[in-house]
Each structure stands twice: as C-alpha cells, then as structure tokens.
C-alpha cells in the first residue's frame, strides 16, 4: 500500500470539496471547525504500472489548510495526525504532499514521534524529495533545448540553492549536465557556502544579480507574496521552472519569450481512475500529479519500503537516477512547456 | 514593457515567518507552574470531573450489564478497571494538594447521566453503549491524550496507564455495535443526535479550566473527534454517515 497525504490550496476550496465529497459537517464549518477536524481518508485507489505490476493506495486528506499556516500548533497536530493515519491504516509508503513535508521539516515534527497509542515509524513516510529534485532537473534538460536556450552556453539560476530540492538540483546540475554557469541563490548565506565546497563549484550571488544573468531560473523556495520582479531585466528567451510550493509564478509571461514550467509535476502513461488529483488541482487530473506523491507510488511498485526521501540534504546522484530510472520504467514522464500550466484559483 | 511577476493570493510558509520561529522555541513546550493558587484552583474541578467520571463509567457498565447478563463477567471486568483509574486521579489530586469538587463534578454529568438512566429504564442498549463507550469513552481519551502532554509527572503515568486501559473499553462497545450494526443503527443515529452536542457542551463549559492546565480546547476538541470518528469507522459506518453524525457536534 501507497499513500499520499495532501490538503486543500485554500480554506474556501476545502469546504467546496468536502461539500462534494459529502463531509457536510466540516463543508458548513468554520476555521475554527477545520482546526479540529481529524484527517479523512478520502479515496482508495488501485493502480497499474506500466510493467503490469498492481499496487493500492490511498489518499488521506490532512485537513490542513494553508490558512492554518499562522497557528504553529494547528498546522503540526494537522500533519501529524494524518502520518498516524496512515500509519494506522498499514500503509507501507506515505508521501507527504504540499505543505505538509514543510511544515514537518520546518516546525521540527522529527521531535514528536509518539501520536497518541501510535509511534510513529519515520520509515513509512518520504518526503518525495528526490524525485522531484529528478524530474526538475529533467524538465530543465528536456525543455530548455526546445526554446533555443543551448544547455552547453546556458547560465542556470537556482533560487533556494540551499534547500533540500535546491541543493540537490544543484548536485545534479554541476556533474551531470554541463550547464555553463551555476548561480546559486538563498537567505543563509552559511549553507550557501558549504553547498559551494561540497560542489567545487556555483557562483554564489543575490536574486537580483542572478536573475538578469539567467537563461533558467529553478524556483524551489517559497516566495514571499510581495516579491516584485521587473521581467524587462530578464533574458530572452528565459526558462523558468516553478518547482516550488505554492506554485505561484504566474503563466502570463509565456508569450514574452519568458517560458514558465510548473515543475516537479508528473504524468502517468494512462488513467487512473481516481478523483484526488481534482482536489490538487492538476490540469490532467487522471494523469498528473505531483512528482512527490508519484515518489510514494514508486517505491511501492519497486517494493522499497524506507524512507527515501527524509531530512535535509541527503539527496544524492544515486538515489536520484535510481527513483528516475523507477520512474521511466514504470510509467511517469515529467511534464514540459506542452502542458500549459493552469492558474491555480484561490 | 514593464511586467511584474504576479503572485497568487494563497499563503506561503515565507509569510508565516512568526510561525516558524515559535516553532523553534523551546518556551512553547514549557510545562504549566503546577503550584500556583489558579492551577490548583481549575484542577480541583478538572480533577473531580475525571473522577467523577470514572465513578460513571462503573456504574454505567454494570448497569449495562443487567441489560446483557452474559456479558456480566466482561462488564464486572471493566467496571473495577474504571475503579482503579479513579483511585489513580484521586491520588493525582492528593499529589498537588487539591480537593476534589466533586459537587460541581455531578452537576457537569446530570443531564449525560440522567439520558443514560432513562435509555437503561427503557432497555434501549444501544443508546447506553452510545453514551458510556463511545461518547464518554472518546471524551475522556481525547481529555487525557492531552493531559499527558501538559501533566505533573506523577500524574503523566499515571494518566497514561489509563489511557490504555480506556482504549480497550472503547474496544468493547465498538465490538458489541459493530456486530448488531444492521439491528441498531437507527437508535444509534438518533441516541448520537440527542447525547453528542452534551459532550460538546460539556467541552466548552471545561474549557477555561482546562486552559489553565494549558490544555487547549481546539487540541480537546480534535482529539475527540479522531477518537469518535474511529470508532464510528470500525463498527462500520461509512464516510458520510459518519459525518452526518458529527454534524450534531457542530451546534
């Protein structure tokens, strides 16, 4: 058994949702209802792979909102909850979706392992980190060549260098690729330095000098909501991959010669009858899904039950071309600049 | 032309900066001052309602029991667990010097307890089961769940010996409903729309004691929620029957 533990995009799109999903005692509530709502396993699902190997799943919405994110207590017990959840429910696998893999991180949840009668077993879940760091950086040596931009000559900007996405794109980037020039870009400057060291290699700069600099910008921080950038500054053309959550860069600047991926999305080679991806709000969403949720659904078909992604910066080459490999093999392809990227309505 | 990047309206963890620090500071665990004249004050009634409680609980199994006589031998079973637990907060309260009271304690269960007779007179079981291992059972777990964070030490293990106990007896009224779910679901249903928004009551009337024990009512609330909403879940209910049950809780 898979799992994916996953939430709303926005407080009024989880009571629309539960509205439809029948839970009227929660559709009706307020915040403060949600805040107490325990985590609803909302969806099984079987899926097949590509290979014909069969697995089951399931899909635990974490009542979590992104409103919650100003109650530290709230969004924690919301995360927590939905792991004993799924762990209750014998899942072998859970891949922590949306916010919640950065509330664990963030809020150091790693402290609270005993949930009720439940201690939690960390080997259960992964972050689903490593995949999607893998299908990042496919998206950047798929989709760049197809806007002219030469990988060989190419300048790639990595904002939030530092972070666990972050830092192993940049890993991949510098040895596996030959890009041209590494920036790389994030608050700590500390951790900044020491990703360099270990790199032997990357520049490291400030967001406003590297984006001018930039024929790909990998975005895998989370942006303040004011962050203003005049897009006159950029190069052209400009690949920009949106890799992190929310996914927030705007589609607008598609026409500019400024080409915005939504990245570490994945689509899977055939339907899969399932209805939670409607909630995530995919454009395809029979197909796609976030690459962190596919992460969960791969081990599962390989039978590798451990958490394979978990902490901060432990992503390294082989793990990622061994879940990338998984990932071909059974069926997912990292979405490209084809696939339009649908403004999420909030 | 000058563009700007435009960014959607949803939060983002960048603008919730504050949470993340607080997150990180140890003061947020900090255990409440168990000495002070308001702590003892808000104990002496949470204390006596746990106790009176499990005075209930006794005597609600073993009534229960006229109802089932093959079952007496079981009930006589969890009855005299419920009796040591009440030994156990009785001797929490001794521990921090405070008296118990326990007039206020009857008082917060007459009207559970006065439902529950009428439902033992009329031989209705199902509601009897509904009221004592459900509702009570939920509310008393999802009380001492929290408790356990935020308690003395000596009443830490003593509480969470306890709270195993309490999930066995949940156990057992789950069991008997699951069982007979396709005879009892009506009275159920009905039972649950009359008993459930008590306990909320009950929760809201507790709740600025228990906040004095740093007891958060949203956390009292959840955990009673999950508790109640797993048993529904093993005796057999599905997702939205389930949620329209809890549906009286939001009154």
Same mark, same amino acid.
Request: proline share 3%.
């Given at each position: 058994?898979?799992?994916? $533990?996953?939430?709303?995009?926005?407080?009024?799109?989880?009571?629309?949702?539960?509205?439809?999903?029948?839970? =009227?005692?929660?559709?009706?509530?307020?915040?403060?209802?949600?805040?107490?709502?325990?985590?609803?396993?909302?969806?099984?699902?079987?899926?097949?792979?590509?290979?014909?190997?069969?697995?089951?799943?399931?899909?635990?919405?974490?009542?979590?909102?992104?409103?919650?994110?100003?109650?530290?207590?709230?969004?924690?017990?919301?995360?927590?909850?939905?792991?004993?959840?799924?762990? !209750?429910?014998?899942?072998?696998?859970?891949?922590?979706?949306?916010?919640?893999?950065?509330?664990?991180?963030?809020?150091?949840?790693?402290?609270?392992?005993?949930?009720? #009668?439940?201690?939690?077993?960390?080997?259960?879940?992964?972050?689903?980190?490593?995949?999607? +760091?893998?299908?990042?950086?496919?998206?950047?040596?798929?989709?760049?060549?197809?806007?002219?931009?030469?990988?060989?000559?190419?300048?790639?900007?990595?904002? %939030?260098?530092?972070?666990? $996405?972050?830092?192993?794109?940049?890993?991949?980037?510098?040895?596996?690729?030959?890009?041209?020039?590494?920036?790389?870009?994030?608050?700590?400057?500390?951790?900044?330095?020491?990703?360099?060291?270990?790199?032997? %290699?990357?520049?490291?700069?400030?967001?406003?000098?590297?984006?001018?600099?930039? =024929?790909?910008?990998?975005?895998? +921080?989370?942006?303040?909501?004011?962050?203003?950038?005049?897009? #006159?500054?950029?190069?052209?053309?400009?690949?920009?991959? =949106?890799?992190?959550?929310?996914?927030?860069?705007?589609?607008?600047?598609?026409?500019?010669?400024?080409?915005?991926?939504?990245?570490?999305?994945?689509?899977?080679?055939?339907? $899969?009858?399932? #209805?939670?991806?409607?909630?995530?709000?995919?454009?395809?969403?029979?197909?796609?899904?976030?690459?962190?949720?596919?992460?969960?659904?791969?081990?599962?078909?390989?039978?590798?039950?451990?958490?394979?992604?978990?902490?901060?910066?432990?992503?390294?080459?082989?793990?990622?071309?061994?879940?990338?490999?998984?990932?071909? !093999?059974?069926?997912?392809? +990292?979405? %490209?600049?084809?696939?339009?990227?649908?403004?999420?309505?909030? | 032309?000058?563009?700007?990047?435009?960014?959607?309206?949803?939060?983002?963890?960048?603008?919730?900066?504050?949470?993340?620090?607080?997150?990180?500071?140890?003061?947020?665990?900090?255990?409440?001052? *168990?000495?002070?004249?308001?702590?003892?004050?808000?104990?002496?009634?949470?204390?006596?309602?746990?106790?009176?409680?499990?005075?209930?609980?006794?005597?609600?199994?073993?009534?229960?029991?006229?109802?089932?006589?093959?079952?007496?031998?079981?009930?006589?079973?969890?009855?005299?667990?419920?009796?040591?637990?009440?030994?156990?907060?009785?001797?929490?309260?001794?521990?921090?010097?405070?008296?118990?009271?326990?007039?206020?304690?009857?008082?917060?269960?007459?009207?559970?307890?006065?439902? *529950?007779?009428?439902?033992?007179?009329?031989?209705?079981?199902?509601?009897?089961?509904?009221?004592?291992?459900?509702?009570?059972?939920? *509310?008393?777990?999802?009380?001492?769940?929290?408790?356990?964070?935020?308690?003395?030490?000596?009443?830490?293990?003593?509480?969470?010996?306890?709270?195993?106990?309490?999930?066995?007896?949940?156990?057992?009224?789950?069991?008997?409903?699951?069982?007979?779910?396709?005879?009892?679901?009506?009275?159920?249903?009905?039972?649950?729309?009359?008993?459930?928004?008590?306990?909320?009551?009950?929760?809201?009337?507790?709740?600025?004691?228990?906040?004095?024990?740093?007891?958060?009512?949203?956390?009292?609330?959840?955990?009673?929620?999950?508790?109640?909403?797993?048993?529904?879940?093993?005796?057999?209910?599905?997702?939205?029957?389930?949620?329209?049950?809890?549906?009286?809780?939001?009154?």
């Amino acid at each position: 058994m898979f799992g994916l $533990i996953g939430h709303s995009t926005s407080f009024e799109d989880a009571k629309r949702k539960a509205s439809l999903l029948g839970f =009227d005692h929660i559709a009706d509530g307020d915040l403060d209802v949600w805040c107490t709502a325990p985590p609803q396993l909302v969806e099984n699902v079987e899926v097949k792979s590509a290979t014909g190997i069969s697995i089951e799943g399931s899909y635990i919405d974490s009542c979590f909102v992104p409103e919650m994110l100003s109650r530290f207590k709230t969004a924690r017990r919301k995360v927590l909850n939905a792991m004993e959840l799924a762990q !209750k429910k014998g899942i072998n696998i859970t891949a922590l979706g949306g916010f919640t893999s950065i509330i664990f991180e963030n809020f150091n949840l790693l402290q609270h392992k005993q949930i009720r #009668n439940t201690s939690l077993e960390w080997e259960r879940f992964t972050t689903g980190n490593t995949h999607t +760091a893998w299908v990042i950086c496919k998206q950047l040596e798929v989709n760049a060549p197809r806007i002219g931009i030469d990988l060989k000559k190419a300048t790639v900007a990595v904002i %939030g260098a530092t972070g666990d $996405i972050g830092s192993a794109v940049c890993r991949w980037l510098i040895n596996k690729t030959g890009i041209s020039e590494l920036l790389m870009v994030a608050r700590q400057q500390e951790p900044l330095a020491l990703l360099q060291k270990e790199l032997d %290699g990357g520049t490291v700069t400030s967001l406003d000098e590297a984006l001018p600099q930039a =024929d790909i910008v990998v975005w895998v +921080a989370s942006m303040p909501k004011t962050i203003e950038i005049d897009t #006159n500054k950029l190069k052209k053309p400009c690949l920009m991959i =949106d890799g992190g959550y929310p996914k927030n860069l705007d589609e607008k600047f598609q026409g500019e010669n400024i080409h915005v991926l939504k990245g570490g999305i994945v689509e899977f080679f055939n339907d $899969i009858g399932w #209805n939670m991806m409607e909630l995530a709000e995919m454009q395809n969403p029979q197909r796609e899904m976030f690459a962190c949720f596919a992460e969960a659904m791969i081990l599962e078909f390989e039978k590798c039950h451990t958490n394979f992604s978990w902490g901060r910066n432990n992503i390294s080459l082989e793990k990622m071309e061994f879940i990338g490999a998984a990932s071909l !093999k059974h069926g997912f392809s +990292a979405i %490209g600049l084809d696939k339009q990227p649908r403004v999420l309505t909030v | 032309m000058h563009n700007e990047l435009k960014i959607t309206d949803m939060q983002t963890l960048e603008s919730n900066k504050k949470t993340t620090e607080e997150s990180n500071n140890p003061v947020c665990l900090n255990l409440p001052d *168990f000495t002070t004249d308001s702590y003892k004050d808000a104990y002496s009634r949470i204390n006596a309602i746990v106790i009176e409680g499990e005075q209930e609980a006794h005597d609600n199994y073993l009534s229960i029991a006229t109802l089932i006589p093959n079952e007496l031998e079981e009930l006589t079973k969890l009855a005299r667990m419920e009796m040591k637990h009440k030994k156990g907060f009785t001797a929490c309260g001794r521990n921090l010097g405070v008296v118990a009271d326990m007039e206020f304690a009857k008082k917060f269960f007459s009207k559970l307890h006065g439902n *529950f007779q009428i439902a033992l007179e009329k031989g209705n079981l199902t509601t009897c089961l509904l009221i004592q291992a459900i509702l009570i059972e939920a *509310f008393a777990i999802s009380a001492y769940n929290v408790y356990i964070r935020v308690a003395d030490p000596f009443a830490k293990k003593i509480t969470e010996g306890v709270v195993k106990d309490e999930y066995l007896h949940l156990n057992y009224g789950q069991e008997w409903l699951k069982e007979n779910l396709s005879t009892c679901k009506d009275e159920l249903m009905e039972a649950n729309k009359v008993n459930l928004p008590l306990i909320k009551k009950m929760l809201d009337e507790v709740a600025n004691d228990a906040s004095v024990l740093a007891m958060d009512k949203e956390e009292l609330m959840e955990e009673f929620m999950i508790a109640y909403q797993d048993t529904l879940m093993e005796i057999g209910l599905d997702n939205r029957e389930i949620a329209r049950m809890a549906m009286a809780a939001i009154v």
